[in-house]
């Protein structure tokens, strides 16, 4: 085969696995190879210095009372991870992919939202670097960071919703 055709076939390849790989990411289709489980997701806020709680002290999935990180996505995990580091705000994590939460795509279960506490540090950061889009009724007070991600202040926690690892 001549060198001719076989870079041809490589950008070909190329090609459709870049338009693939678009495609994945603009209809937002977590695949799972996005998700990890919940030791992996442990160990790296733990390394991270950002701690959980769970009101029920566990780390069931199928219990409303307990944190858990089962399925989370990747990019939820950095994203939280970034956001410690950006803001130098101390973050304790209150929910994860445990079930109680709102369904859909972008949902805490499908591991693209976690909450996290009120604080003031957090509270200034938010203002201050991201934009404020309005009072979502039933929902709360939403800010939209520069990688799209979002941030809804939910009486008593953040609800953070990660399209990205960005903050």
């Known amino acids: 085969m001549s060198s001719t055709r076989r870079t041809l076939r490589r950008r070909v390849l190329t090609l459709l696995v870049a338009g693939f790989a678009a495609t994945v990411t603009a209809l ?3 695949t799972p190879a ?8 442990a160990s790296q806020l733990r390394a991270a210095g950002v701690p959980w709680t769970s ?11 307990c ?16 956001f410690k580091r950006a803001s130098g ?4 994590i209150t ?12 949902s805490h279960w499908n591991g693209y ?13 938010i203002s201050a670097a991201y934009t404020y889009v309005g009072y979502i009724s039933g929902w709360g007070y939403q800010y939209r960071a520069p990688s799209g991600n979002l941030y809804t202040r939910e009486g008593n926690h953040w609800d953070v919703l990660y399209y990205t690892c960005g903050c």
């Open 34 to 41: 996005f998700a990890i489980s919940h030791s992996d997701a």
């Open 67 to 82: 944190t858990s990180f089962e399925g989370i996505r990747q990019a939820t995990i950095t994203g939280i991870i970034t």
């Open 113 to 125: 939202k976690v909450d996290f506490g009120l604080n003031t540090c957090a509270q200034n950061y």
């Open 55 to 65: 009101s029920g002290g566990c780390s069931d999935r199928n219990n409303p009372t």
């Open 95 to 106: 929910a994860g992919t445990e079930t109680g939460h709102a369904s859909g795509t972008y």
């Open 89 to 92: 705000c101390a973050i304790t």
């Open 28 to 30: 937002g289709i977590a």
